[in-house]
């Protein structure tokens, strides 16, 4: 039996447009993921819009953020060097892996929602029915992706991510190019949502959505049952 083989898509923003504001990938929802699929075998690849280094948020590696696995990425060379050696997004198929996976930040926002190749990659895993999984920010990458119907992909689907209150809360609503549930709800997905800043999870058929950094453990989770991953 070959490893399970699951596609990491990540951002190559690193300021928000027109401004100097430093964003990019937060590493949490990266480094929890990647640890707990690569601990049980699983083979990730990472790509990226531009290929290379992935930026990562310079505020997700507070104190106040810091998880475990965090501590461990930045223990981790290996780790680090697949994070800065990104392949580029366009140069991957969907036939080479069983699962695809996108972490958020505000950085996806900003160059992954009219990437043609992200769209083609989410509807060719979703139509493939395998796991396509989001976290956090990272389900702004469905927002033109379409189904066989022509209609959202989203659409009268359960899906989660980051909400108002949690963006408010967070005094970035400056940082992102629209509100990420208002998008949801405009392309008429079933919206749903935990308590702010505590882990949700939900899922419809092969699309995995987790509402905040906290729901990265739950949604690799779900991705290593629909794999079959022991």
Known sequence: MRPKKV?????????????????????EEFAAPYFLLTDRGVEVTIVS???GVAPID?????P??????????FGDSKAQ???????KLADVESDQYDAIFYPGGHGPMWDLPENEKS????????????????VCHAPAALKNVKGK??????????????TNSEEI??????EVPFMLEDMLKDKKAIYQKGADWQPFMVFEGNLITGQNPASSILVAEKILADLNVQ
């Open 7 to 27: 596609l990491f898509v990540v951002t190559s923003t690193n300021k928000i447009p027109d401004s100097e504001k430093s964003t990019g990938l937060w590493i």
């Open 49 to 51: 819009p531009k290929g």
């Open 58 to 62: 310079p505020k997700s590696r507070k």
């Open 64 to 73: 106040e953020f810091t998880t475990e696995a965090v501590t461990r990425f």
């Open 81 to 87: 060097e697949k994070l800065n050696t990104t392949l």
């Open 119 to 134: 769209i083609a990659l989410i509807e060719s895993f979703y139509n493939e029915s395998k796991p396509v999984a989001l």
């Open 149 to 162: 119907d022509g209609q959202p992909l989203v659409a009268g689907k359960k899906v989660a991510g980051f």
């Open 169 to 174: 809360a967070g005094q970035s609503t400056a």
